[in-house]
């Protein structure tokens, strides 16, 4: 994937998940999966097991803290994590150190940047709004913005379709299998990032390139020295 060999790069586009990847969003989520909870009276379960059950969007999220016990409520607590998270999503959720330089020097190098991400698209843009990121982003793909969501390969291949860029031209940046099998499916070059929600099950994917700093994958992308973007 690197560019060194050639006259022009090689990557022209790069389509990020959202949580885990961008943003560190696992306290927010925690507590308001957590407050739903508490409204159903059943306990509640630790941030970092929580963190394992995102990626799949927020059905699934419900779903997996309920346990198959409660399942029978997951439409009770879905609506009461919805709202909560819709007034709290902002409250400790940052982007990853190093994250704005690189979306910095990705776009300077002139690489399309897209999301793509099971999270709902509304929650997605309140968050990249709310974080000054939004303008970065050529266009994002939720959880909802279409009818199917990864690791379909339909939502990258939408994204593709608005860049106007060749499969071989793009990369999907993630944290989780999710992310792996979407690439795999769309036939796209995938790179993971080891600062993420869960990258002991994301090298367990084995996937093919795996990158520890946010400047790493600029470096990637663009042949620049690692560092350029921290």
Do not use: Q
């Given at each position: 994937?690197?560019?060194?060999?050639?006259?022009?790069?090689v990557?022209?586009?790069?389509?990020?998940?959202?949580?885990?990847t961008?943003?560190?969003?696992?306290?927010?989520?925690?507590?308001?999966?957590?407050?739903?909870?508490?409204?159903?009276?059943?306990p509640?379960?630790?941030?970092?097991?929580l963190?394992?059950?995102?990626?799949?969007?927020?059905?699934?999220?419900?779903?997996r803290?309920?346990?198959?016990?409660?399942?029978?409520?997951?439409?009770?607590a879905l609506?009461?994590?919805?709202?909560h998270?819709?007034?709290?999503?902002?409250?400790?959720?940052?982007p990853?150190?190093?994250?704005?330089?690189?979306?910095?020097?990705?776009?300077?190098a002139?690489?399309?940047?897209?999301?793509?991400?099971?999270?709902?698209?509304?929650l997605?843009?309140?968050?990249?709004?709310?974080?000054?990121l939004?303008s970065?982003?050529?266009?994002?793909?939720?959880?909802?913005?279409?009818?199917?969501?990864?690791?379909?390969?339909?939502g990258?291949?939408?994204?593709?379709?608005?860049?106007?860029?060749?499969?071989?031209a793009?990369?999907?940046?993630?944290?989780?299998?999710?992310?792996?099998?979407t690439?795999?499916?769309?036939r796209?070059?995938?790179?993971?990032?080891?600062?993420g929600?869960?990258?002991?099950?994301?090298?367990?994917?084995?996937?093919?390139?795996?990158?520890?700093?946010?400047d790493?994958?600029?470096?990637?992308?663009?042949?620049?020295?690692?560092?350029?973007?921290?």
């Amino acid at each position: 994937m690197s560019a060194a060999a050639h006259p022009r790069r090689v990557v022209e586009h790069v389509v990020f998940d959202l949580d885990g990847t961008l943003v560190d969003s696992r306290a927010d989520l925690a507590a308001s999966v957590n407050h739903a909870l508490r409204r159903l009276r059943l306990p509640e379960l630790p941030a970092a097991v929580l963190a394992g059950y995102v990626g799949e969007g927020a059905r699934m999220l419900v779903r997996r803290a309920l346990g198959p016990a409660h399942r029978d409520r997951l439409d009770e607590a879905l609506a009461l994590f919805l709202e909560h998270y819709g007034a709290h999503l902002l409250d400790a959720t940052r982007p990853y150190p190093g994250i704005p330089a690189a979306l910095e020097a990705l776009a300077a190098a002139g690489t399309a940047l897209s999301v793509l991400t099971n999270k709902p698209e509304r929650l997605s843009r309140a968050i990249l709004d709310g974080l000054g990121l939004a303008s970065r982003f050529a266009a994002i793909v939720g959880g909802d913005s279409l009818p199917t969501r990864k690791p379909d390969p339909a939502g990258l291949e939408h994204l593709r379709a608005l860049a106007r860029t060749a499969r071989e031209a793009t990369v999907l940046v993630g944290d989780s299998p999710i992310d792996v099998a979407t690439a795999a499916a769309a036939r796209t070059e995938f790179c993971g990032v080891l600062w993420g929600l869960a990258p002991d099950a994301l090298r367990a994917a084995a996937p093919a390139r795996l990158v520890a700093r946010p400047d790493e994958l600029v470096a990637l992308v663009t042949g620049a020295r690692a560092g350029s973007a921290a």
